[in-house]
T-cell receptor, first 111, second 116 residues
Framework: SQQGEEDPQALSIQEGENATMNCSYK?????LQWYRQNSGRGLVHLIL?????REKHSGRLRVTLDTSKKSSSLLITASRAADTASYFC???????????FGGGTRVLVKP | GAVVSQHPSRVICKSGTSVKIECRSL??????MFWYRQFPKKSLMLMAT?????????EQGVEKDKFLINHASLTLSTLTVTSAHPEDSSFYIC????????????FGPGTRLTVL
């Protein structure tokens, strides 16, 4: 079964707007990662946040982690049409353990 | 980041035939490789984990005789779908991890399998 649940399942925004998606998980984790997948392609790693971190930035991406609520959010600021993709969170319970993926959020950025 | 390739990118086969998908780590030694299956607009489901030189560990519900995994070298793992049926049609993605990092995992571009 999938560890992570993501919401919304789909998101449609205008170029320039911010996109926020959330991921919740059930058990304790070592780290949480966000990936992007363009249609019919493999996954691209975006960012990893460890359980002792609360926030991380990478370019236009901002990830937060709240271990007390077992949830994470991914914010894409000033979205571009090229950001159109599916975004997945994945959790790892312990270093070296397997990654478990959430259901994903399909983001459509309209030009 | 490190590069993982998959071959073929697309394959169409007839029911009853077997299909082999290759996964290669191009610029690092992959001590562990993972095979995932993804249905349209769905998430990735881990099928099995393989360590070089060892038998693969399959997830619950995945038939090991149906999905044969071989990880014979540090740069190559293969997934063979035996006696394929239309319900095996899916997007198969491999991922690889080297022995120095327990967190970084690199994904291949995926293989679209269509069984007629």
């Amino acid at each position: 079964s999938q560890q992570g649940e993501e919401d919304p399942q789909a998101l449609s925004i205008q170029e320039g707007e911010n996109a926020t998606m959330n991921c919740s998980y059930k058990t304790s984790i070592n780290n949480l990662q966000w990936y992007r997948q363009n249609s019919g392609r493999g996954l691209v790693h975006l960012i990893l946040i460890r359980s002792n971190e609360r926030e991380k930035h990478s370019g236009r991406l901002r990830v937060t982690l709240d271990t007390s609520k077992k949830s994470s959010s991914l914010l894409i600021t000033a979205s571009r049409a090229a950001d159109t993709a599916s975004y997945f969170c994945a959790t790892r319970k312990a270093a070296g353990n397997k990654l478990t993926f959430g259901g994903g959020t399909r983001v459509l950025v309209k030009p | 980041g490190a590069v993982v390739s998959q071959h073929p990118s697309r394959v169409i086969c007839k029911s009853g035939t077997s299909v082999k998908i290759e996964c290669r780590s191009l610029d690092f030694q992959a001590t562990t490789m993972f095979w995932y299956r993804q249905f349209p607009k769905k998430s990735l489901m881990l099928m099995a984990t393989s360590n070089e030189g060892s038998k693969a560990t399959y997830e619950q519900g995945v038939e090991k005789d149906k999905f044969l995994i071989n990880h014979a070298s540090l740069t190559l793992s293969t997934l063979t779908v035996t006696s394929a049926h239309p319900e095996d049609s899916s997007f198969y993605i491999c991922s690889a991890r080297d022995g120095t990092s327990y967190n970084e995992q690199f994904f291949g571009p995926g293989t679209r399998l269509t069984v007629l």
